[in-house]
């Protein structure tokens, strides 16, 4: 990924190093498990203080989003893979199964002549229950509904927001009901936080909605264009953003929620292209003027790389499983 400083807006250099990183992660700019730049090699090619770009690094360390190889450098964490999900964990289940069997009074010629036959006999696949933590209570609904038109008829997957696990603890307390929690990538340090390392969580890419990116190549190329961004953070990958999919409109300004310069910008835009989570400016817009929100959506790609293959192990462990438990259950 290429990072860039937009030093026309008044934010930190070091916050928009940090927005750019996260939002990468978000939107799979920035790969999995990717090397990152060294602290030398990007203070050097963004021109500022290598202490800002350590200072960036430790936050995004702090929020499970980095890591350190001490000698190698460091990298995006690959949280792409079920965690628990290895082999120790497997032969537990399996030395659990045996001795289970042992009890019913089953012989290991038996239990291996079950394991078969059940192969063998694949029954089709049942629900998977899985939750979608977002930020934005409406967002994060439009995002469940576009992930639901992607997974089985069976599957269920329900919302929450970051906002609502802090705040209700019974929300945690639900989440021990699902199978997989699905997330936002630069929210995964978070939500784990929240909810410990227990569960199986992953997340999958966003990028501009098909709305978003039709609306803005809509715009006459002499309008004058607002941009409002949620956090600071993020404005700079917002602005670039909509000059991508705008680069025929001339006049562009922007600013964030809460700036000092928001009364002035609402006052001069023709059209104001808000985040998600900024939707008050709708209503501090002069008459006549026009708004919309620069809507984000799961990638197609991830989501069938990266979510559904999961889901499909989650399915096969969570069946064999079940199949196993009754037929060795006392009759």
């Known amino acids: 990924m290429h990072f860039y400083l937009d030093r026309s807006l008044p934010i930190p250099v070091g916050v928009q190093l940090r927005g750019q990183i996260e939002y990468g992660i978000a939107c799979g700019e920035i790969e999995r498990g990717g090397q990152l730049p060294s602290v030398r090699e990007l203070s050097g090619t963004l021109g ?4 800002t770009v350590s200072q960036v690094y430790k936050e995004l360390l702090q929020e499970g989003l980095i890591e350190t190889l001490a000698g190698k450098g460091t990298y995006v964490i690959d949280a792409a ?10 032969h537990r289940a399996v030395d659990e199964l045996i001795e289970r ?7 290991l010629s038996e239990l291996a002549h079950v394991l078969q036959r059940k192969a063998s006999t694949y029954t089709p696949p049942q629900a998977v229950e899985l939750l979608f933590v977002g930020i934005f209570p409406e967002a994060t609904r439009a995002y469940v509904e576009e992930l639901r038109k992607r997974l089985g008829t069976a599957d269920r997957l329900q919302a929450v927001t970051l906002r609502e696990l802090e705040t209700q603890p019974e929300r945690r307390v639900q989440t021990a009901q699902v199978d997989l929690i ?17 569960q199986p969580l992953t997340s999958v ?4 909605s098909e709305a978003t990116r039709v609306a803005l190549a809509a715009l006459p190329p002499e309008v004058r264009l607002g941009v409002v961004a949620t956090f600071p953070d993020f404005l700079p990958t917002m602005k670039s953003g909509v000059v991508r999919y705008a680069p025929h409109v001339h006049e562009l300004r922007s600013s964030t929620l809460g700036g000092p310069e928001l009364a002035e910008l609402l006052a001069w835009s023709e059209v104001v292209v808000y985040a998600t989570g900024s939707e008050a400016v709708t209503e501090g817009l002069p008459k006549g003027g026009r708004t919309f929100e620069y809507r984000h959506t799961p990638e197609p790609r991830s989501v069938e790389t990266t979510l559904l293959p999961l889901i499909e192990k989650i399915r096969h462990e969570k069946r064999r499983y079940e199949d196993l438990r009754d037929e060795l259950a006392p009759g």
């Open 48 to 51: 500022i203080a290598p202490a």
């Open 81 to 90: 893979e079920l965690p628990g999900r290895d082999f120790t964990a497997m």
């Open 101 to 107: 069997a042992g009890v019913l009074g089953f012989e």
């Open 182 to 198: 699905v997330t936002l990538g630069h929210r995964e340090g978070a939500v784990r936080k929240l909810l410990g390392t227990a």
């Open 205 to 208: 890419n966003f990028i501009p």
